[in-house]
T-cell receptor, first 116, second 113 residues
Framework: GAVVSQHPSRVICKSGTSVKIECRSL??????MFWYRQFPKKSLMLMAT?????????EQGVEKDKFLINHASLTLSTLTVTSAHPEDSSFYIC????????????FGPGTRLTVL | DQQVKQNSPSLSVQEGRISILNCDYT??????FLWYKKYPAEGPTFLIS?????DKNEDGRFTVFLNKSAKHLSLHIVPSQPGDSAVYFC????????????FGAGTILRVKS
């Protein structure tokens, strides 16, 4: 149980286009979902926290208009990278929490975004 | 300001020997610590955790030690196996901040057979 999927696993796009990444909890309802970004040889950096039906809470330094997060249901959250630029190229990982334990997060497999 | 630090970017260990991965933190408000294992192009998977009220937690080949006074924790893997080769992330939480995880930069473990 507690499986989280992400789609797509890999995406290459042109500079200036927008890219949507989906995160789904397959066998549980996720009260909270998190979006992380990982740079090469760096830690996972939390970008934002989203609760179903409410606006996402962004970490300091993360542009809200650049990284749009929607958490429309208890099993789906989306991250849209708007007007992508090469510096947005990264590995984006989501995680989901059932809320039964505050320290329980289940991670998706990640999405590799390359902006040309 | 990096609140969770893993100062060793990589570690190489012979199969069957002990692997010791270290992690230091600066925020004394952290009350829960976790270790995650990550393979390339995959998301992290939970390995083992420890509450700040304990100083040791053991699960099979994996043991986590916590030294609160030194703000230091370590993950021991014994015996190490080639399948343990991965990136290991240390993470910390504070209940005040909900489920937010603060990650270290990770340590690449290579277990040689």
């Amino acid at each position: 149980g507690a499986v989280v999927s992400q789609h797509p696993s890999r995406v290459i796009c042109k500079s200036g286009t927008s890219v949507k990444i989906e995160c789904r909890s397959l066998d549980f309802q996720a009260t909270t979902m998190f979006w992380y970004r990982q740079f090469p040889k760096k830690s996972l950096m939390l970008m934002a926290t989203s609760n179903e039906g409410s606006k996402a809470t962004y970490e300091q330094g993360v542009e809200k208009d650049k990284f749009l997060i929607n958490h429309a249901s208890l099993t789906l959250s989306t991250l849209t990278v708007t007007s992508a630029h090469p510096e947005d190229s990264s590995f984006y990982i989501c995680s989901a929490s059932r809320g039964t334990s505050y320290n329980e997060q289940f991670f998706g497999p990640g999405t590799r975004l390359t902006v040309l | 300001d990096q609140q969770v630090k893993q100062n060793s970017p990589s570690l190489s260990v012979q199969e069957g020997r002990i692997s010791i991965l270290n992690c230091d933190y600066t925020n004394s408000m952290f009350d829960y610590f976790l270790w995650y294992k990550k393979y390339p192009a995959e998301g992290p998977t939970f390995l083992i955790s420890i509450s700040s009220i304990k100083d040791k937690n053991e699960d099979g080949r994996f043991t986590v030690f916590l030294n609160k006074s030194a703000k230091h924790l370590s993950l021991h893997i014994v015996p190490s196996q080639p399948g343990d080769s991965a990136v290991y992330f240390c993470a910390a939480q504070n209940m005040e901040y909900g489920n937010k995880l603060v990650f270290g930069a990770g340590t690449i473990l290579r277990v040689k057979s």
